[in-house]
């Protein structure tokens, strides 16, 4: 099966349930922000930027898991921020797992094999040969270090829980390209090195593993199929991906911090349509979530209505409204105490692209999978045969794993792995001793240039990102 069958099952069971009930709107999946606080500044990313004010606020504990409840969504989705900042990460995780969800843990990969390790601490036993073996197997492939090693042996410090693997858990790992494309993107250099070691020892230690990515205009679709078969290679359970749409916070981020035009980042309908031309082929080589319905309509082969209510946004200052991109204050009140209050006093007539005219001008240019993937599962402008489509691609064999590729994986770290780093040029310009983190050696880790780096690859960014890459 493309996906596990008991996910299958329960997002088809609730789906049925509620058209049973005749429910006009019920939520899929729960985008649930428990902070806004990051450790990356992303280009096109407009989250820091408008919650600016409540940057150090969380939503507590039993809040999160009160408004899970409350819309009782099949799928939780953990974002940010960057959930694994928040301290409350793994009794999260666990609260929703015991409300029965099913819970994507979206992460930037920075710090998500801190938690693999403190998950292999939990249950190591040093006194037992296979899992002595495994320790010595990742620590020969790189993934953890001799550190590590005797702090896992040690055994956990405290109580607490540990995130587990489970078939009701995925990592969902952000990932905008190969190695340079991403590491540009993020704004740091190293960051992608990091993703594909955090990936690997997920995947050794028995993790469900996605990848997540955004498609901008300068994005080469071509460096996505490869990006596509490198983590197929690695075993990768499946695949999101989503076109860059030029929300209100995303193109004051864009002006205000970095001074670009958006309009040389974000991409129009129409060049969705060209960019995701393959995305129907892809979904046939690779296991790519989202319905074939969906898939269609970014082909630009059929139009869908948008159904934002049907995956929610909470966060620190409520239920967003009308969706996960846009806090629309001028027609509502932004933000609702409740759900089921977003749902009735939100005029969702004024929302979305219906046969080619755009409801709301900030509408014009979106596709996202937030808005309209739903679309395609609940029969929204349903057409014949669209129920066997989603039914053959959720219980259809998955596409096998693309074979592991010696001169695949060279092509994939095209960036600083080799010294072509965004910031290649400036390194070699400075002076050793000039360059924030080196040592005698005039060694320099990627961690140590992240704060000077990041100043530096914004001036690549946008426009200039075809042209950085020629170099």
């Known amino acids: ?273 060209e960019k995701f031309a393959k995305i129907e082929e892809w979904g046939k080589a690779f296991t790519i979530f989202g319905t074939p319905v969906y898939q269609e309509f970014l082909a630009g082969k059929r139009e869908l209505t948008c159904t934002a209510w049907a995956i929610p946004t909470y966060n620190v200052q409520g239920w967003k409204a009308p969706c996960y991109l846009m806090t629309d204050t001028l027609h509502s009140a932004g933000h609702y105490p409740t759900y089921q209050e977003m749902l009735t006093q939100v005029d969702w007539d004024r929302y979305g692209v219906v046969n080619g005219v755009a409801r709301d001008p900030r509408c014009e240019n979106c596709m996202v999978h937030c808005g309209y993937d739903p679309s395609g599962a609940l029969g929204t402008n349903y057409q014949r045969g669209d129920n066997w489509k989603n039914f053959k691609y959720n219980f259809w064999p998955r596409p096998p794993a693309y074979p592991a590729d010696a001169e695949l994986t060279k092509r994939v770290f095209n960036g600083v792995s080799i010294g072509q780093g965004h910031l290649a040029k400036a390194k070699t310009a400075a002076p050793t001793s000039a360059i924030p983190g080196s040592n005698h050696q005039g060694q320099s880790s990627a961690a140590a240039l992240s704060s000077s780096g990041g100043a530096r690859a914004r001036d690549l960014s946008g426009t200039k990102m075809a042209a950085a890459k020629k170099e």
């Not at 349930?17 to 407009?46: D, I, S, Y």
């Not at 920075?110 to 938690?115: A, L, N």
């Not at 956990?156 to 952000?174: A, C, F, G, M, T």
């Not at 209100?248 to 958006?262: E, T």
């Open 1 to 273: 099966m493309r996906f596990p069958l008991a996910l299958s099952v329960k997002i088809a069971g609730h789906i049925l349930k509620h058209k049973l009930r005749r429910t006009p709107k019920f939520a899929l999946v729960l985008q649930l922000e428990p902070l806004h606080t990051c450790n990356l500044t992303c280009t096109g990313c407009g989250r820091i930027r408008e919650y600016s004010t409540s940057l150090k606020n969380l939503v507590p504990l039993e809040k999160c898991l009160a408004v899970a409840d409350e819309c009782d969504a099949p799928m939780v989705s953990i974002c940010g921020g960057e959930p694994l900042i928040y301290p409350q990460i793994e009794a999260l995780v666990e609260g929703l797992r015991r409300q029965g969800r099913i819970v994507y843990i979206c992460t930037n990969g920075v710090f998500m094999r801190k938690k693999l390790k403190d998950y292999l601490a939990a249950v190591h036993r040093p006194e037992h040969p296979a899992d002595e073996a495994r320790l010595r197997q990742l620590l020969a492939e790189q993934l953890i270090a001799e550190a590590d090693a005797a702090i896992i042996r040690r055994g956990p410090e405290d109580q607490r829980p540990v995130i587990r693997p489970s078939k009701w858990l995925y990592w969902n790992v952000h990932v905008d390209g190969l190695e340079y494309t991403h590491d540009l993107i993020v704004e740091r250099e190293g960051v992608f090195r990091e993703c594909v070691a955090a990936i690997k020892l997920a995947k050794r230690l028995g993790y469900q593993v996605a990848t997540n990515t955004t498609v901008y205009r300068e994005t080469d679709v071509r460096e996505i199929e490869e990006m596509f078969k490198f983590f197929s290679s690695l075993g990768c359970d499946g695949h999101t991906i989503s076109p860059g749409y030029d929300y209100d916070a995303a193109k004051q981020d864009m002006v205000k911090r970095l001074g670009k035009n958006p309009e040389a980042f974000f991409l129009t309908r129409k060049m969705t349509i």
